[in-house]
């Protein structure tokens, strides 16, 4: 166990930020919640949006910025919409020295403002489907802040789409919620339940939302991802409309959908351990350290010249390296460095190695003698790479497992209280409620409906709280 | 020249706005001075952002990200810095619903609340130097916005690095105003002057400041990238110290720099003509249009499915290419299309380019014959890849050239008055003039003192406003 990390076990919130800390991921900023990302949390960001980015262009999305500036008047013009934000709104009231007219919201997202230029944009229905994507930050008023999972100001990329019809915006909003979840499983290695938000869960002013959940360490539902089919009801407040093909005016269907910084904390929760973080080779910043092992002045020059000659071969390779070759601190504490930084393998050479034409590596998913072993010199980045490759592959499935595990069924609401608070987990039940018992749910046990899946058992059963019979289940977990 | 673009001759303000329209590179934003960014002007911010980052890093730059909101106390903690911004911020006084106790400055650049955190951050030598950048967006109210150029919230990169000694922080300042010069030359083929701002200039809080400053087509400078030499400024008003080697506690020297979105303003004033924005390979979106060419149906498609080729051969071989396959318009918009956007190399491809086996081309920057020519299919990736590459060395070469005829040297003020307006451009002019004659200057004549450049010719001559002896000469010119 690593020092000054509180195990998962006697407090995973303390955990959770003692890792933050220790891995030097992120601050906490003197703005109550928000938070600085420091250049080892900044560099997985940076990988994860690598990795989306080249999804959403490759979907036909174009990026754009819209202004942080909203004016306040926009929001109002869809009623949930406001409703649905006010409470969490920064404002701005003063600029360049003077009062304002009218105050400026800071975006706590974009619908408005960019219903305002589809409006401009879009005259027929050759401009359609109109499919943007912006990355940027946005605000929204936080009382309970949480590093990269809950925060003022958060990082994220909003997609944003205009369609000539209904069956189309609601398929682009599955299908970008599809590319959330392959995402999250192939690069994030953390498996996630796709599905579609209950009525109470909705996003303000969306018709139909949609999210991906992922699993924490303590058994708690993320919600990493969400999609929404908005219908026409920005269309509407916006006047967004074309001429379609017989010459007559339409209200354009949307869609939009939004993944943020907290991914960065899904990653944490769904891979640390009492070391400290474990990241997944896809978007770890350094996917290896090599650490010189000497311990007179003439072992060193051989050490370190052939520990610099294997990172820079990896390197060449196009595997993301560092050489640690400090000598202000010791092997030990350089060991502890990369481990509780979660980099996926440490590559050891010492006289020993140099003798025996090999290096020692140490697979940071593998805690213990399972995860050492010898990579020879020769031919050492293709291995390092197919090991790589390896360590992705087995975190997926480790993550899979553990959420397995952690995943129950029950048949009524009397077994779930029974077993939920000493089980928390993902709770797969039938579920026919509406937004009452969704209520009476959360009061009594803290858990919510997180989602109904897409992917459904070919069955019926009878709703877990109602009785009803039901034609789908749902995912029941306690948020995060 | 295109339609609905004013010649640069009769107004070159406005035509710069009509290129930005036509090119659909931008749009006002109802918050006055923001805009919004639209999909060609974004691509080629990310591409000036890859090319820059790919530099930081190389210099061993890490990427992170802080807050937005700034509390107002920060800044008032720089008396210099304070004065400097107060009249240019924006404040959030109300979040969450709530009157907040301290109102909050949306960032108009980061050096008070990053100073917070070296000071956190950094505990001995050992820690030295730190070399940070964020890419975020920054807020200055601006009072006459101009796309791009002069926006209220603009996104840039704002470097910020703490250093051992005074030594160490002046050469890194220097260290970067030259990467941005290599830069401006080399991507966006602008050739700038780097030198040294007069006290009157400097950066509010700074001890030196340095900037690039390009020239726009109408013989104006921009300002298009500054750094700065921040000696012990901050660092005492945050009380930012390390130990030193004998144990004795320093406050750390710093540097910052930033470029911003006006470097897109920089690349259109800088090369764009009466028909529209031209854009260096280097940083064009797309870097061939193909527009396939047919009359009848029969032709069609044999000559789409050439086109086709064509346009995934080039992809294939890391060309950015378009094929514009639309039936919706005629061939003669389509170039118009492209043309007006800056797309370096547009290939037409006919019944008659099948028949010879080649492609007919237009080089976006030899208007008229001279830039049409024909490629053989044989080997096309490879010729299009070399013209390209020509392409932008003529770029710069025709913009150094430019810059040079609308560069000259004057003996007296007398002399400056009398040719100024009627030809503006850079005056290389000897200087030894203080903030007095700087204001007196700037009164009579709008021309201001843009930079002391770096490299002076190795000779000595008389300040043309005080007939002083100068040891170097001035730029001086009407800045954007």
Redesign the interface.
């Known amino acids: 166990m690593a020092e000054n990390i509180t195990p998962r076990k006697s407090d995973y919130s303390q955990w959770y930020q003692d890792v933050i800390r220790e891995a030097e991921l992120a601050?906490s900023?003197?703005?109550r919640g928000?938070?600085?990302?420091?250049?080892w949390g900044?560099?997985i960001?940076?990988n994860i949006q690598k990795g989306l980015d080249a999804r959403f262009r490759a979907t036909g999305h174009?990026?754009?910025?819209?202004?942080?500036?909203?004016?306040q008047s926009?929001l109002q013009k869809e009623a949930e919409h406001v409703e649905g934000f006010?409470?969490?709104?920064?404002?701005?009231?003063?600029?360049?020295?003077k009062r304002l007219e009218e105050?400026?919201v800071?975006r706590p997202t974009s619908e408005t403002?960019i219903n305002?230029?589809f409006s401009?944009?879009i005259g027929s229905y050759?401009d359609l489907p109109m499919l943007?994507n912006q990355w940027?930050?946005v605000?929204r008023?936080?009382?309970r802040p949480r590093a990269f999972i809950r925060t003022?100001?958060f990082?994220w990329q909003e997609g944003h789409t205009a369609h000539a019809t209904e069956a189309e915006a609601r398929a682009e909003a599955v299908r970008m919620l599809r590319v959330y979840e392959e995402f999250a499983r192939k690069v994030l290695a953390v498996p996630v339940i796709a599905g579609r938000k209950t009525e109470r869960e909705k996003f303000a002013g969306a018709v139909e939302s949609y999210s991906i959940e992922s699993m924490s360490g303590n058994g708690w539902a993320l919600q990493s991802g969400t999609s929404h089919y908005l219908g026409t009801n920005f269309a509407r407040a916006f006047n967004t409309r074309f001429l379609d093909e017989n010459n007559e005016q339409q209200y354009v269907h949307q869609s939009s959908w939004g993944v943020s910084t907290r991914l960065v904390g899904a990653v944490i929760t769904a891979h640390g351990d009492d070391h400290g973080l474990k990241l997944p080779p896809e978007i770890a910043p350094r996917q290896v350290a090599v650490v010189p092992i000497w311990k007179s002045e003439a072992e060193k020059a051989g050490v370190l010249q052939a520990a610099e000659r294997i990172a820079s071969d990896l390197e060449a390779a196009g595997i993301r390296t560092k050489l640690d070759d400090r000598d202000?601190v010791s092997p030990g504490f350089k060991f502890n460095h990369w481990e509780v930084r979660g980099v996926p393998l440490r590559f050891e050479v010492g006289p020993k190695d140099l003798a025996g034409g090999h290096v020692t590596a140490s697979a940071r998913n593998r805690p213990g003698r399972e995860g050492k072993f010898t990579l020879p010199f020769e031919g050492l980045a293709g291995e390092t790479r197919s090991r790589l490759a390896s360590i992705q592959s087995e975190m997926l499935a480790d993550a899979e497992q553990r959420r397995d595990a952690m995943t129950y069924e029950v048949r009524t609401y009397e077994e779930f209280k029974a077993v939920f608070e000493e089980k928390p987990g993902f709770y797969r039940l039938w579920w026919a409620g509406g937004r009452e018992d969704e209520e009476r749910l959360q009061e009594e046990t803290r858990a919510t409906v997180r989602n109904i899946p897409l992917d459904q058992p070919d069955a019926e059963g009878t709703c877990f709280m109602t009785g009803r019979p039901a034609r789908s289940m749902a995912i029941v977990a306690r948020a995060y």
Chains 1, 2 share one sequence.
């Open positions: 601050d900023a003197p703005v928000c938070m600085v990302i420091r250049p900044y560099a960001w940076e174009e990026n754009v910025y819209f202004p942080l500036f909203i004016p926009f006010s409470p969490e709104l920064a404002v701005v009231t003063h600029g360049g020295g105050p400026l800071v403002i305002h230029f401009k944009w050759r943007l940027a930050n605000v008023w936080e009382l003022t100001e990082l202000t």
